[in-house]
């Protein structure tokens, strides 16, 4: 019988490479990388194909998702967003509201909150000047016995001055544009207060009903009333006036009635100043802006769609 526990032990010991060059595992790395392209590569394609607004509504969502959720517009609801979403029908577009024009709302309503604001204070601006020459009149011993012909308002010009006549305290000589000494006082002290703001002045003047002898063919109350409201221009600029606030003259002769019930009454005649508001002295420029677009040769004959004239032939 033989004994095992002297047979030697043979142990095998085998070499195993894992993987190698014939392994996979590079293959997985690869197909990573190339993953990782196409999708680099897809997102600079939508970055370059995607228009400025639609990049901005992207970056709205990212940065504050929740608001732009809340608030609609590009990226949570607009059919045209690279970003779809915000009902069933993605390709609808009606209903939705974009981005742009949220901040075009948002800007239009400040800007109505900004002219209203404008408008209050530019109105108490003018009802504290009303104020003030009120109280000038009255702290005036030569103006205070003329108060019942200085009639101040607000209206939707502006302020308004008028300087009215009476039937034994008249302002101009008959018939002319020659001031009396009392006028040129009362215009000199309003002129020296309508420096306190900023807004530009018009002057009217009006004649009551009664016509010159030639009636409206010669010298009438057209140019007498145009000639009143220059003559009162002198002497408000003659009390302190800045006179570049001067905006406008007219002569209205007797078309403005302040009595119409007696166009013959006095108290039609009158000179007129308008602190204007902000608003009818845009609308005067808009008026000169207006006719400075036709004026000249060639413009003038284009609104009234005439043919130029013939240079070359005598006429």
């Keep these: 019988m033989s004994d095992d526990s002297t047979r030697p032990i043979v142990i095998k010991r085998k070499k195993v490479v894992a993987g190698g060059a014939h392994g996979g595992a590079w293959k997985i790395a690869y197909a990573d990388f190339v993953t990782a392209m196409m999708a680099f590569f897809l997102l600079m394609w939508l970055l370059g194909s995607t228009a400025k607004g639609d990049l901005s509504g992207i970056a709205s969502y990212f940065q504050n998702p929740v608001k732009v959720a809340m608030a609609g517009g590009s990226g949570s609801g607009d059919a045209t ?4 979403g915000g009902g069933k029908d993605l390709t609808r577009q009606y209903g939705q509201v974009k981005q742009g024009d949220v901040e075009k709302k948002k800007e239009t ?5 900004a002219q209203a604001e404008f408008r209050r204070k530019e109105k108490q601006a003018l009802e504290a000047l009303k104020a003030d020459i009120e109280k000038m009149i009255e702290s005036t011993p030569q103006l205070a016995q003329f108060k019942r012909q200085m009639l101040l308002d607000i209206t939707s010009e502006g302020l308004r001055i008028q300087i009215v006549d009476e039937q034994n305290r008249p302002m101009f000589d008959s018939s002319s544009a020659d001031l009396k000494p009392y006028t040129k006082e009362i215009l000199r002290q309003i002129g020296s207060s309508l420096n306190g703001v900023s807004n530009r002045i018009s002057l009217a003047g009006h004649t009551d009903a009664a016509q010159f002898a030639d009636g409206e063919r010669g010298f009438s109350n057209w140019e007498l009333s ?3 409201a220059n ?11 800045n006179d570049a606030k001067i905006m406008r003259i007219v002569g209205l002769a007797s078309t403005v009635l302040f009595d119409k019930n007696d166009p013959l009454s006095s108290i039609n005649r009158r000179i007129s100043i308008v602190v204007l508001n ?23 004959q284009e609104a009234l769609q005439i043919p130029p004239a013939n240079k070359g032939t005598a006429g």
């Design 278 to 300: 902000q608003k009818t002295e845009q609308a005067i420029l808009q008026d000169e802006r207006s006719e400075t677009e036709v004026d000249g040769e060639g413009g003038l």
């Design 81 to 84: 967003s690279v970003l779809q």
């Design 231 to 241: 003559a009162s221009r002198r002497e408000l600029i003659a009390g302190g006036l």
């Design 226 to 228: 145009a000639n009143r």
């Design 109 to 113: 309503s400040f800007s109505k909150e």
